[in-house]
């Protein structure tokens, strides 16, 4: 364990494992063993009805990285209890999760469905797909993706509630209105110190919305 200071606060930092482990003690034994290394019926049932998930990535020196990824459920194809395939949609062609795969091809995803609390965590080795009848076969409204991510999973394991209902995610506890929240457009025109009127950036925000999900 160190020592830093913070803004006058003194913070000890953990630097090893075992540390860890005496603060936290041993994990239940459905915990310890709840790590599939394969898709069994449930994940692909979960995985099948999720619309959404976050794909965490990391560059080849390590530095991370973790995307946002939905669509309608079933959108993240289970080809069998050993690969999946994730359609990579229009975005902002900035392809930080493409780019690590390039040189790191580990990945972790985080499932989620809209009510249900738990959630599921994959782990695997990804490669990007440039072409395929699995891309023809994700196309929407004549829009084929121009890559996916094919996903060798390693390890498969559900997610306790704890997370979400803390957090109330699907109730409106802490929903809040767009009125509540300065528009993408004016946090883009704050932060990048831009001459573009916000109302400007927010209709061409809206555009791409309604024009370019696919």
């Given amino acids: 364990m160190k020592t830093e200071t913070y803004g006058g606060r003194v913070i000890e930092i953990a630097d090893s494992e075992s540390e860890l482990r005496d603060l936290y003690g041993p994990p239940s034994e459905i915990a310890a063993r709840k790590c599939l290394h394969r898709l069994d019926e449930h994940c692909r049932h979960f995985i099948k009805r999720s619309p959404f998930l976050c794909l965490s990535s990391a560059a080849a020196d390590g530095s991370a990285d973790i995307s946002p990824r939905g669509d309608a459920p079933g959108f993240v194809r289970v080809l069998d209890e050993q690969t999946l395939f994730v359609p990579d949609r229009l975005g902002n062609n900035r392809i930080d999760s493409l780019r690590n795969l390039m040189d790191n091809p580990h990945v972790g995803l985080l499932f989620l469905i809209p009510g249900i609390d738990e959630t599921l965590r994959v782990n695997g080795v990804a490669r990007v797909v440039l072409r395929s009848e699995l891309l023809d076969e994700c196309t929407v409204g004549g829009k084929t993706p ?52 916000v109302s400007e950036l927010d209709a061409m925000i809206d555009k791409a919305y309604r024009e370019k999900l696919y």
Avoid: H, N
């Avoid at 209902?165 to 932060?191: A, H, I, N």
């Fill in 146 to 197: 121009r890559s996916g991510i094919l996903v060798e999973v390693r390890e498969a394991f559900l997610q306790c509630a704890k997370a979400l209902k803390r957090s109330r995610l699907w109730s409106d506890d802490y929903r809040l209105t767009q009125e509540q929240m300065p528009t993408l457009g004016k946090m883009l025109v704050d932060q990048l110190c831009l001459t573009t009127p």
